[in-house]
């Protein structure tokens, strides 16, 4: 069908309003039938190929788009369960002090999930983190307050050798131990894509994850959302489960 069709159309660029004929011999006769294409059936050829392909583009465009977008939910996941692992590590180790570990909400706050999203961005020159060594401009001294999200690169240096955050992590606790004990407190980890700088207005929840040919929920949602319900060492995921990596965490390129 698309074969006939586009021999259809070049007959029509090649001689259009005109008509082909082709000779016939019929015994020791021969015949000039009028056979070919007029101009109607030129527009028609060419109205039938611009549907098809205004058909065929649109989803194409939304597969393009979701793949993209359950892309960049599979590194945030990682991201969000490598820094829960990297402070579960840290209490192990019995390294906890409260300057190392992510700041506590206020005493007001009594569910985690009520903590407001990010209204500040750390800079990527000065607080970026990346298992690229180049990029890497983080050290394990430098804890972002409960309102900063912290700049996580994933991707290495782009082609003109610039280091730019693809997430942004924000991460506090609430303790459980009114004595203050740093190894008895809940943690909320929030990764939010690099597009959600630029936003006004960021929600908590996390983003749904649904066909889209566009940009979705998640440059104003977190993409991932990880917690623990009792304590850091018995952590349970709240949102979701996903592969336990190390810190910096090597995370697949888009």
Known sequence: MKSMLLKTLLSCVAQPG????????????????????????????????????????????????TRVQNRRAEQAQQLAQGEVDRIRAMVVQGNATAELLPKLVEESVTNLEAQGAPDTFLADNTYLRSPNTTCNKYDTTKVAAINEALPVDVNGPDADGNCEADFYIQAFRGNLDPTGNNQDFQLMVRVYSAQAKDQETLGVEPAGLSFTSGNGEYWTKPLAVLSTIKNLLGAIGMISSTPTISYPPTVVSS
């Open 18 to 65: 005109r008509f082909l004929y082709s000779a016939r011999t019929k015994g020791e006769s021969s015949q000039l039938p009028e056979e070919g294409l007029t101009l109607l059936e030129c527009v028609v050829a060419i109205a039938v190929i611009a549907l098809t392909g205004a058909m065929i583009g649109p989803p194409l465009v939304m597969a393009a788009a």
